[in-house]
């Protein structure tokens, strides 16, 4: 799994603008001010097409730190 499917999903079914995430490799979700209810829709969608769970703390997280955390649970 990629940043770039993260972003994906965060975009695709959490309705998150595109352009938040330009140049701010380095920034939190929250940073991005991508609220907890995107951050729940991105949990549901790991889980359900690569049963892989992600930490409640993901919001903290930065899109990499995110991809790095499934990866490990797969």
Known sequence: MT???IREILVERAGVDPD???GNES???TELQIDS???LEL???LVERFGVEV???AVTMTVG???AVAN???
């Open 37 to 39: 209810l995107a951050v």
């Open 43 to 45: 949990q549901a969608v």
């Open 65 to 67: 730190e995110i991809a």
């Open 20 to 22: 938040v995430f330009a």
């Open 27 to 29: 920034l939190s979700l």
């Open 72 to 74: 490990e649970g797969r």
């Open 3 to 5: 940043s770039a499917t």
């Open 55 to 57: 930490p409640d703390e």
